[in-house]
């Protein structure tokens, strides 16, 4: 009976040490994709203590590991949006979205606008309630910029397009109307119409170049 027990006994103990050890790839596998991910992710328990947060969050929010693990996340984080929608979601258990812009305002010359797309879910347990929440950080800093730059680009090229087309309009409506004009007067305005025209030309060559 003694060995019968022993031999239990060691096979509860290899079971449990091969549960441990698909429990600890399980998680290393986790932490590896949680560091490779370029979205910043924080996990935030029922307390709103931080619990995990990968490099790329801290990098986002401008933090240090050692600092913020165990911490209040409102302590760490600076960004009313972010703490906001942590609050909201611990409390509601729905997924909340929300957004941040840093204000141009108070930043440096060269300094980079800060642009976010923060989204917050609850996690729960069994028994369905809320046991903290996760926390995804999408920098789009890079094409805010781009799309301010866009639509800077398409303002100026549209500007630059009106010029020589209000010019061609303006003096064909003066020679269409005007039946009594000299041929010397018509020809000095065709010739500012060419001209015109020639401008439009290149600008639009110019547009094609660009979007080539």
């Not at 596998?29 to 949680?34: F, H, N, P, S, T």
């Not at 801290?58 to 050692?66: A, D, M, P, T, Y």
């Not at 087309?165 to 065709?190: G, K, P, V, W």
């Amino acid at each position: 009976e003694m060995g019968l027990l022993a031999s239990a006994v060691n096979r509860m103990a290899l079971t449990s040490l091969q549960k441990m050890d698909e429990i600890t790839d399980d998680r290393n596998r986790l932490a590896g994709i949680l560091t490779g991910m370029v979205e910043g992710v924080i996990y935030v328990d029922e307390n709103q203590y931080i619990q995990h947060i990968n490099q790329a969050a801290l990098e986002i929010l401008g933090l240090s590991k050692e600092n913020s693990i165990h911490k209040p996340i409102w302590e760490q984080v600076r960004i009313e949006e972010i703490t906001k929608s942590v609050e909201q979601a611990i409390e509601t258990g729905h997924v909340v979205k929300s957004h941040f812009s840093q204000d141009s305002s108070v930043l440096s010359k060269n300094a980079k606008t800060l642009v976010i797309d923060i989204y917050v879910a609850a996690i729960f347990n069994e028994s369905k309630r809320p046991i903290g929440v996760v926390v995804v950080l999408n920098d789009i800093s890079e094409l805010a910029l781009l799309e301010r730059i866009r639509r800077d680009f398409v303002a100026n090229a549209s500007h630059e397009l009106k010029t020589p087309i209000t010019a061609i309009r303006a003096l064909t409506e003066t020679i269409l109307d005007d039946d009594d004009m000299d041929a010397s007067m018509s020809r000095r305005f065709t010739e500012k119409i060419n001209a015109q025209s020639l401008r439009l030309s290149s600008l639009v060559t110019d547009l094609m170049t660009i979007s080539r």
